[in-house]
């Protein structure tokens, strides 16, 4: 299912809608939502169109200074490299523009092996090694529906709790 959300940019608009938006997300969890009022530059080195071999995608885009990175499909032991390889792609990006946040959307996402979780764990190494003046943010965004997705998010975020939030 995709929603597409179109607000105006006056700060009643804002401020009525955004309870609104937050509602469609919760009662719609895996619904692709797009807000047509802002344009999100589409970053094709993050862009991975799913492979039939190692069955991982993945979507990029930077909006307002974050970088999103939707995971799609699989996350399988063939896909470890692929991953490690966005994820460092990511991590370049996000340091280059400046991010606030790398917003990371799992609700895509049906399974991922011990292996890319490993890389997952290794790129949030990276990211708090990074000095705090340029360090951003790592956001997940789990699919409620996934029951595997919320106990390995907790365990990334008290590996890298200064930097790791999860949401629905």
């Not at 597409?4 to 895996?30: M, N």
């Not at 909006?63 to 460092?88: I, S």
């Amino acid at each position: 299912m995709r929603i597409l959300l179109v607000r105006l940019r006056q700060i009643g608009d804002v401020v009525f809608t955004t309870p609104a938006i937050r509602a469609i997300r919760r009662r719609f969890p895996v619904a692709s939502t797009f807000d047509g009022s802002a344009a999100a530059e589409e970053l094709p080195r993050l862009t991975l169109k799913i492979d039939p071999q190692t069955r991982l995608g993945a979507r990029g885009r930077w909006l307002g200074g974050t970088l999103g990175l939707r995971l799609l499909g699989f996350g399988e032991d063939l896909g470890k490299a692929a991953l490690a390889e966005l994820l460092a792609t990511a991590h370049e990006q996000a340091l280059a523009r400046g991010a606030e946040a790398v917003e990371v959307d799992l609700r895509e996402l049906k399974f991922l092996s011990a292996a890319c979780f490993r890389v997952l764990v290794g790129w949030l190494a990276r990211v708090v090694e990074v000095p705090e003046e340029r360090r951003y943010r790592v956001r997940f965004v789990e699919n409620p529906f996934a029951r595997w997705q919320q106990p390995s998010l907790n365990a990334l975020a008290a590996f890298a709790p200064s930097i790791v939030e999860t949401a629905t």
